[in-house]
């Protein structure tokens, strides 16, 4: 997450505020944890995303295919949402899939019970649209990075960053997730790993 608190903590946090207490109940209900096996598809492509997962631990990817390609589009860890956002908010086919890396424990909310709550109570309306706000402040974050930066300062930016699942996901996720290929990510983490060594 390259700004603010992440979104489950807030989430977690409002719930829990006197504002929200006429709604406990049915939070608790809808935020029961469920555990994912790695290696689980959540979505495919040519299904409609029907629900959203606020990821407790764990880590989700969402790739899209180019020609025998997969291509990373995200990767999405502790505290953050994961969803196809075209398919979940438009309740079409996804042209993505998303899978799970890890073992994750996720809190799943269907869209029937997120339109119900964004209708029903202004609070929680206010609420998502904050964090959907943030959603879209990171993912300009990444235009950026792919507009202004070079491959070598992409990927170095990218596993200094807290939010970072490098060492924890394959390079060849992280590769095509950053735009380029597992043969220059690997040439250029070497390059940039013998930079710190020499600083």
Excluded: W
């Amino acid at each position: 997450m390259e700004n603010g608190q992440l979104p489950l903590n807030q989430l977690l946090e409002a719930i829990n505020t006197p504002r929200f207490e006429r709604l406990k109940d049915f939070f608790t209900q809808l935020i029961t944890p469920v555990l994912i096996r790695k290696g689980r598809l959540l979505v495919d492509i040519g299904q409609v995303n029907s629900n959203i997962y606020f990821i407790k631990s764990g880590v989700i990817r969402s790739y899209y295919l180019k020609g025998s390609e997969d291509i990373t589009s995200r990767l999405i860890a502790e505290g953050e949402i994961a969803c196809v956002a075209e398919s979940f908010f438009a309740q079409k086919e996804s042209d993505e899939v998303m899978e799970t890396l890890e073992d994750t424990m996720v809190y799943i909310i269907s869209y029937d019970a997120y339109r119900k709550l964004a209708q029903e109570d202004i609070l929680i309306a206010q609420l998502i649209i904050q964090l959907l706000e943030q959603r879209l402040v990171s993912f300009s974050e990444r235009v950026r990075l792919f507009k202004y930066l070079s491959v070598e300062q992409r990927i170095e930016y990218y596993i200094n960053q807290p939010y970072s699942l490098f060492r924890r996901v394959p390079d060849h996720y992280i590769a095509t997730y950053l735009g380029t290929t597992p043969a220059t990510f690997s040439r250029c983490l070497k390059i940039v790993n013998l930079d710190k060594i020499q600083q």
